[in-house]
């Protein structure tokens, strides 16, 4: 099992899901207390390492703008995702596979928490923000995971090319 699937899924078992609430409010950029874990798809980035800054929008008609963004391998990006919409929407980067394993799971608890480096969830109206270091070249993507936004198209992808 994921380690992100077992983590979300250890938490639901020893809290309940009253204690697994989705929270309504922005996150990112101030979570010093999660882990830099290696994943496919690189590494939360640090800051000061921050070489380009990228914009993207998040829509109630569950689109992201914008949807596709070509990286160089070894680019610390920060993304500031706002969320235009009137409805809850978060930002999650990942491989496919990762991305379609985790849209799953929020079908299944639709109210869970789940907060790591590469993800931001965003109220209507606010901003979050993620650094990330894309040391892998390779596709990626990134979604809404919400119930039902991402079955509706609310993903994007990333082209890292290598050095």
């Given at each position: 099992m994921k380690p992100l699937l077992r983590l979300?899924?250890?938490?639901?078992?020893?809290h309940g899901p009253a204690a697994v609430a989705h929270g309504t409010e922005a996150h990112g950029g101030k979570r010093a207390g999660?882990?830099?874990?290696?994943?496919?798809w690189g590494i939360?980035?640090?800051a000061r390492a921050v070489g380009r800054t990228v914009d993207i929008r998040m829509t109630d008609t569950m689109r992201?703008?914008?949807?596709?963004?070509?990286?160089?391998?070894?680019e610390t990006v920060r993304f500031r995702i706002h969320n235009t919409g009137r409805i809850m929407h978060e930002f999650v980067?990942?491989?496919?596979q990762v991305l379609e394993e985790h849209a799953a799971l929020m079908k299944r608890f639709p109210n869970m928490e789940h907060d790591e480096p590469y993800m931001a969830h965003v109220a209507p109206?606010?901003?979050?923000?993620?650094?990330?270091?894309?040391?892998?070249?390779?596709?990626?993507?990134?979604?809404?995971?919400?119930?039902?936004?991402?079955?509706?198209?609310m993903t994007g992808r990333i082209d890292v090319v290598p050095r």
């Open positions: 979300i899924l250890a938490g639901f078992i020893a999660l882990p830099k874990e290696q994943q496919a939360a980035g640090e992201f703008g914008p949807d596709r963004l070509e990286i160089r391998q070894g980067i990942g491989t496919r109206g606010k901003s979050g923000e993620v650094i990330w270091t894309f040391n892998r070249s390779g596709r990626f993507d990134f979604a809404c995971l919400l119930p039902g936004h991402y079955d509706a198209g």
